[in-house]
């Protein structure tokens, strides 16, 4: 077959991007910026990694097209680029759950363990919306709630829920979500209320889900 063969071309790009996505610290990143955009000292800050391995890896992330960064003010700020990035994020975690037995491990030994009710769909939950017969916990950091959220949600951050908790209606089931499948901070927020005798459940996607599928979504 020829070297210049426009399929080995493409698959040859195709590879490129995979490696790009073939690394824990950029995926996370994605997952970060997913939520809204970000500075570097954001992104920093909540992955624990150093600022100059976090402002490499978007750097490799921007060269393959999944981000984008621009200064605003002193900082340099990093946002998802146009198209399917949340999608391909998600068809590889499928992948990997339908395919490798250590992922399904980790799933069932630590995230089935905290939380083994059924959690709630997109469909489910859209519908609960809109007959109002639910009360929905956006439990991510406030800055990326106002950069998005699903409509009706509250934010109630996971460090600030025992001091609110008041604002909970009782007697009303809750879904709590946070960043995505995998986020922890609502697994923990859906552990802590069951504690406290709420009825609650997960949503089974995060945010960045619910708006690459095109359901509706508020700024605040």
Request: net charge neutral; with cysteine; charged share 25%.
């Given at each position: 077959?020829?070297?210049?063969?426009?399929?080995?071309?493409?698959?040859?790009?195709?590879?490129?991007?995979?490696?790009?996505?073939?690394?824990?610290?950029?995926?996370?990143?994605?997952?970060l910026?997913?939520?809204?955009?970000?500075?570097?000292?954001?992104?920093?800050?909540?992955t624990?990694?150093?600022?100059a391995?976090?402002?490499?890896?978007?750097?490799?992330?921007?060269?393959?097209?999944?981000?984008?960064?621009?200064?605003?003010?002193?900082?340099?700020?990093?946002?998802?680029?146009d198209?399917?990035v949340?999608?391909a994020?998600?068809a590889?975690?499928?992948?990997?759950?339908?395919?490798?037995?250590?992922?399904?491990?980790?799933?069932?030994?630590?995230?089935?363990?905290?939380?083994?009710?059924?959690?709630?769909?997109?469909?489910?939950?859209?519908s609960?919306?809109?007959?109002?017969?639910?009360?929905?916990?956006?439990?991510?950091?406030a800055?990326?709630?106002?950069?998005g959220?699903?409509?009706?949600?509250?934010?109630?951050t996971?460090?600030?829920?025992?001091?609110?908790?008041?604002?909970?209606?009782?007697?009303r089931?809750?879904?709590?979500?946070?960043?995505?499948?995998?986020?922890?901070l609502?697994?923990?927020?859906?552990?802590a209320?069951?504690?406290?005798?709420?009825?609650?459940r997960?949503?089974?996607?995060g945010?960045?889900?619910?708006?690459?599928?095109?359901?509706?979504?508020?700024?605040?």
């Amino acid at each position: 077959m020829s070297s210049d063969n426009p399929k080995r071309k493409l698959f040859s790009h195709f590879a490129a991007l995979a490696r790009v996505l073939g690394n824990e610290h950029r995926l996370e990143l994605l997952e970060l910026l997913a939520q809204g955009a970000q500075p570097v000292e954001v992104l920093t800050a909540r992955t624990g990694i150093s600022f100059a391995n976090v402002s490499q890896h978007l750097q490799q992330l921007r060269k393959a097209g999944l981000v984008t960064g621009g200064r605003r003010g002193k900082n340099i700020v990093y946002r998802l680029q146009d198209g399917p990035v949340v999608e391909a994020v998600s068809a590889l975690r499928a992948l990997a759950e339908h395919n490798m037995a250590e992922v399904r491990d980790v799933v069932a030994r630590y995230f089935d363990e905290i939380d083994s009710l059924e959690p709630v769909g997109a469909g489910e939950l859209l519908s609960r919306l809109e007959s109002d017969s639910v009360t929905l916990l956006d439990v991510r950091p406030a800055d990326e709630f106002r950069s998005g959220h699903i409509p009706q949600a509250r934010n109630i951050t996971l460090a600030a829920l025992e001091g609110r908790i008041s604002e909970l209606p009782e007697g009303r089931e809750i879904i709590a979500y946070c960043r995505g499948p995998y986020c922890v901070l609502s697994f923990q927020a859906v552990e802590a209320l069951r504690a406290r005798g709420f009825a609650v459940r997960r949503f089974k996607e995060g945010f960045p889900e619910w708006k690459a599928a095109g359901y509706p979504v508020e700024t605040a």
